[in-house]
């Protein structure tokens, strides 16, 4: 798999030797263009001064000190030809062929003499009768432009090879604070959860570094639960479990009938509170998944849901509700809700859906002896029960119905009834009429 900072520079060296690319050849199209434009006007221009050099009627040139001077300098960088109107041969440079340049039409033209390229610009000087040629051997020409071109992109192409290296450079330069982070955690121990310092230099990660604390934050959490309720659970274990060691050694030793059918049902009563409690904790570990999505949830009546309990002390709604919840789940923590209060309750429980709309909120209550105040902030905790609470109970029925309506985005609230016992709201629940 190709690293970031690999894929990064792949991608910037990409950009840049297309962008680099196009201005070189944009450099190298102006610079030929430039340098034929150039080379062209000294063709013109030397044309111009080669017969200007010229006495007026006399086919022999000047020759004072400095017009030869500046003759012979032209002679060596250019061909030149002088020819008469009649077409005879004048006078030529050293570098200049015998055969007669140029059609001898006035301007630029371009001819082949020899198997050479030439190009040509004619003056023609009709008060003198002659006509003046001065031409350029386009492969030196060529070679001149490659050498003019060659040094502007000698130093372009090893500029590109300088910036290629200073953008491996900072791109890895940008990416340390990542690596640093990287190392940072790569040498943490597995139990370390405590939050991730942004890297110097790293601003532009700290979306990425808060949403990495969040997360460990709540691997942290449910860590935390895990082992508490690994903990919990396993004390609640030791005492049927040590029970039912005792009571089994009853039953072995017992010479007497009646103490050995006490032994066991007392055995029997342990394995039912051990089930009822395993059952509560498998119920309680599905409760603890994510939340529940949109989609899962359904429309499902509130009456049939609570008034299948054939208890007489149960009052099921005044008229017919539905509620929008996820239906195992919630129907799990509907169960062991009216449990509860059904292990509570003296002669009444009332279930019933106060306000309206938005504000409509799900009660279950009873006229049991109540819950003292202490005692209704550490409600829903688990494995916790009132000291008046019945023997046999799990005390995770309430911790299951909490964590369902957490689940859901709801919440719970414990406050006295005015029956006299508890009072349990369920808020934040979509509820409507049926």
């Not at 005492?239 to 050995?260: F, H, K, Y």
């Not at 119905?401 to 009834?417: D, E, I, N, Q, Y």
Request: with cysteine; aromatic share 4%; net charge negative.
């Amino acid at each position: 798999m190709m690293s970031i900072r690999t894929r990064l520079f792949a991608i910037l060296a990409l950009v840049t030797a297309l962008v680099w690319g196009g201005a070189v050849v944009w450099v190298e199209v102006q610079t030929r263009n430039e340098v034929q434009r150039v080379l062209d006007r000294r063709l013109m221009e030397s044309a111009r001064m080669v017969s200007s050099m010229m006495q007026p009627g006399s086919l022999s040139p000047v020759v004072n000190e400095e017009g030869g001077g500046r003759l012979a300098a032209y002679d060596q960088q250019l061909a030149c030809q002088i020819w008469s109107m009649q077409g005879e041969l004048i006078a030529r440079s050293r570098s200049a062929p015998s055969a007669m340049l140029a059609s001898g039409e006035d301007g630029f033209s371009e001819r082949v003499i020899d198997g050479e390229r030439w190009r040509v610009y004619t003056v023609h000087v009709p008060e003198g009768g002659y006509r003046v040629m001065v031409g350029d051997n386009l492969a030196v020409r060529e070679h001149l432009v490659g050498s003019v071109v060659t040094g502007l992109l000698g130093p372009a192409v090893l500029g590109l090879l300088a910036l290629g290296v200073l953008i491996w450079w900072s791109v890895g330069a940008g990416l340390r604070p990542i690596q640093q982070m990287t190392q940072a955690l790569a040498s943490r121990r597995a139990d370390d959860l405590t939050p991730v310092d942004v890297a110097p230099g790293g601003k532009d990660l700290q979306p990425f570094v808060s949403a990495l604390n969040d997360l460990i934050a709540r691997v942290s959490e449910a860590r935390r639960r895990e082992t508490e309720f690994t903990a919990a659970a396993a004390h609640e274990l030791r005492t049927p479990l040590a029970g039912l060691r005792v009571q089994a050694q009853i039953a072995a030793n017992a010479t007497d009938e009646g103490v050995r059918k006490h032994a066991l049902e007392q055995i029997q009563t342990s394995v039912d509170r051990t089930a009822r409690l395993v059952t509560g904790l498998l119920a309680l570990a599905r409760e603890d998944e994510a939340a529940i999505e949109a989609d899962d949830r359904r429309w499902i009546d509130l009456h049939t849901l609570f008034a299948n309990d054939a208890d007489a002390r149960l009052e099921v709604l005044d008229q017919p509700f539905r509620i929008y919840v996820q239906p195992d789940r919630f129907e799990t923590a509907a169960a062991n809700l009216l449990a509860n209060a059904q292990a509570m309750a003296s002669s009444r429980i009332r279930v019933a859906v106060e306000g309206q709309g938005n504000d409509a909120i799900l009660v279950v209550e009873d006229d049991g002896p109540g819950v003292s105040t202490a005692d209704l902030e550490r409600l829903g905790r688990r494995f916790f029960r009132t000291s008046d609470a019945p023997v046999g109970g799990s005390g995770l029925g309430l911790s299951i119905v909490l964590s369902t309506m957490k689940a859901h985005g709801g919440a719970v609230r414990f406050t006295p009834s005015a029956l006299g016992g508890l009072r349990v709201e369920l808020d934040g629940l979509p509820i409507r009429p049926a």
